[in-house]
């Protein structure tokens, strides 16, 4: 679904459309003529982002918003379908990782995770589910990872919000599917990115953020649930869930 008809344009709201994925997921989508509500919050980056959308089929409209505001989220969230009738599809993709070695463990910088990866994407979730659930349609993907599926060296907080994510739509998918409303579970391997940008260890599988937005957008209107790429290192990380306890810690250990 890329748009329903000539004069309605489908509405997408992307979170943390900045930079990196989200800004490459809002120029592919607006290239194919969606009408793209792009929020964050630097309102500079987001000015670009709308400079380098003018010659684009679609239209990119910025909306400054820090998802951690609860408050915040659930005004713009009502002033995006006040402009503009609806939101058709979500997604969910504000994120941060922030490093924790074991050694020095704080829950600060879990909380900070927590906050912005957990709290701030149920905040949009909140906002967007009953309007979507009484037009009976709607679309929210969100922004997990495939560093969800197990516990990996340095990722004692990251892990654990995307872990949580991906269950978390789990079960809002298993009671909101046969209602018209559609979760997605998107799980990325490594995206170069300012987020991936700081990591001084050798990231396999490496992609461009336009491949991973290209990839992301290919499988939005399909049936399946979980969008997870690059396909090599995503069957990898699928084997290693699978793996007994034993196993995958000697096999974790030698990673650190
Ligand atoms: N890159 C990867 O390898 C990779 C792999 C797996 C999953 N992911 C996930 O993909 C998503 C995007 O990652 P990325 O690599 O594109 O990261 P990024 O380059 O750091 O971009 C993160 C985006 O989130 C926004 N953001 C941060 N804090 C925010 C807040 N409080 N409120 C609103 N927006 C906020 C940032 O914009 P402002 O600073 O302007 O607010 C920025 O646009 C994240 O959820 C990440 O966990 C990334």
């Not at 630097?42 to 003018?54: F, I, R």
């Not at 912005?116 to 659930?133: F, K, Q, R």
């Not at 290693?240 to 995958?248: E, K, N, T």
Request: aromatic residues 8%.
């Amino acid at each position: 679904m890329t748009q329903d008809h000539k004069t309605k344009p489908v509405v997408v709201w992307i979170t943390g459309a900045s930079q990196g994925i989200g800004e490459a997921l809002a120029l592919a989508m607006a290239k194919q003529g969606m009408t793209v509500l792009a929020s964050a919050r630097n309102h500079e980056h987001l000015a670009n982002l709308v400079d380098k959308s003018k010659n684009l089929e679609g239209d990119i409209i910025a909306y400054s918003l820090d998802i951690t505001d609860q408050s915040a989220v659930n005004a713009t969230a009502s002033k995006m379908m006040k402009n503009h009738g609806r939101i058709d599809q979500a997604i969910l993709n504000a994120g941060t990782y922030i490093p924790i070695p074991a050694e020095s463990f704080n829950s600060h910088d879990v909380r900070q995770q927590v906050e912005l990866n957990i709290m701030g994407t149920s905040y949009c979730i909140e906002a967007l589910l009953p309007d979507m659930i009484q037009r009976g349609q709607g679309l929210i993907a969100i922004n997990a990872s495939l560093a969800g599926y197990r516990g990996l060296p340095k990722a004692a907080g990251y892990g654990a919000t995307k872990a949580a994510l991906i269950n978390m739509v789990e079960s809002l998918h298993s009671e909101l599917s046969d209602h018209g409303i559609h979760f997605k579970v998107i799980n990325p391997g490594f995206v170069k990115t300012p987020l991936t940008d700081k990591n001084t260890f050798p990231m396999p599988f490496l992609i461009e953020a336009d491949k991973a937005a290209q990839l992301i957008i290919n499988q939005l209107n399909s049936h399946c649930f979980e969008i997870r790429f690059p396909w090599p290192f995503a069957l990898l990380m699928r084997l290693i869930r699978c793996l007994p306890y034993s196993l995958y810690f000697s096999l974790i250990k030698r990673m650190k």
